[in-house]
């Protein structure tokens, strides 16, 4: 018995190629083109957003290149503004020492040309009245000096201080300028005359600095009540010999 005889097989048919049959969606190649050209579009958007994006960082960085640039100008500028205020400040603290300097320098003159000068003060108003003569007979009667003595003295000037008060109050002071300083200083010596009375002689100095004087006062008296040896020259204080000096009691000595 033979074997049987091969019969030629036909290829397996696939579906797709099979009558009738519908391609599934997207396999299409126009699908495919479509797809690809919708995904080239949101591609396109997206890169003119990077691009846009890219535009908007640069700007920024140029923006910010600008301030660092500002900066660095302000900060050489400050510092330049600096340098002036404090060459400024410089000048105005010499200005301010040179100023002071000057006027200590004015009120030493002031108290220098008051010198020979002596005030009277308690001593009786006259409507009429020669202060000159007021002064001798002051001199003789309550200061207790030799007439000889008296006669001697002679001033540059003799007169009442400020305006005439009204009669019940007390009488103005008398300034009397003396020709010869000796002369001066020998009645200054004798005011100690007028202790418990009400008449007084003191040296005439500004006000300012008669200020000070009043200033140091109390503190010569607590030096003396502590045994030290206490002496006010003009605005200055010297304890045992040495020169009081401090920033918040004697201000004036530190320019």
């Not at 797709?16 to 519908?22: A, K």
């Not at 010499?94 to 220098?112: F, H, I, Y």
Request: net charge positive; aromatic share 6%; charged share 30%.
């Amino acid at each position: 018995m033979g074997k049987p005889s091969k019969t030629p097989t036909s290829k397996r048919s696939r579906p797709e190629d099979s009558p009738g049959h519908v391609s599934p969606p997207g396999t299409n190649f126009t699908d495919i083109l479509d797809s690809i050209d919708k995904r080239l579009t949101c591609l396109d958007g997206r890169l003119a957003l990077v691009e846009v994006l890219h535009k908007e960082f640069q700007a920024i960085r140029e923006s910010l290149e600008f301030g660092q640039q500002q900066v660095i100008s302000l900060a050489k500028e400050n510092a330049a503004l600096r340098e002036s205020v404090k060459s400024l400040t410089d000048g105005v603290t010499q200005l301010t020492r040179e100023n002071r300097s000057m006027k200590e320098t004015m009120l030493d003159l002031q108290a220098r040309s008051m010198r020979d000068n002596l005030v009277f003060a308690g001593i009786p108003e006259k409507t009429e009245e020669d202060p000159e003569e007021t002064i001798k007979s002051f001199m003789e009667h309550q200061l207790k000096l030799p007439a000889d003595t008296i006669r001697n003295i002679t001033f540059h000037r003799v007169h009442r201080l400020g305006a005439k008060k009204p009669e019940n109050r007390r009488p103005r002071p008398i300034v009397a300028k003396f020709e010869h300083f000796k002369q001066k200083e020998r009645v200054r010596n004798q005011g100690r005359e007028l202790k418990g009375s009400n008449f007084s002689i003191n040296d005439q100095f500004p006000k300012e600095i008669l200020d000070r004087r009043r200033h140091l006062f109390p503190l010569r008296k607590k030096f003396i009540t502590e045994g030290c040896r206490a002496v006010i020259a003009v605005d200055k204080l010297f304890i045992n010999g040495q020169l009081y000096r401090d920033p918040e009691a004697t201000p004036w000595l530190y320019y």
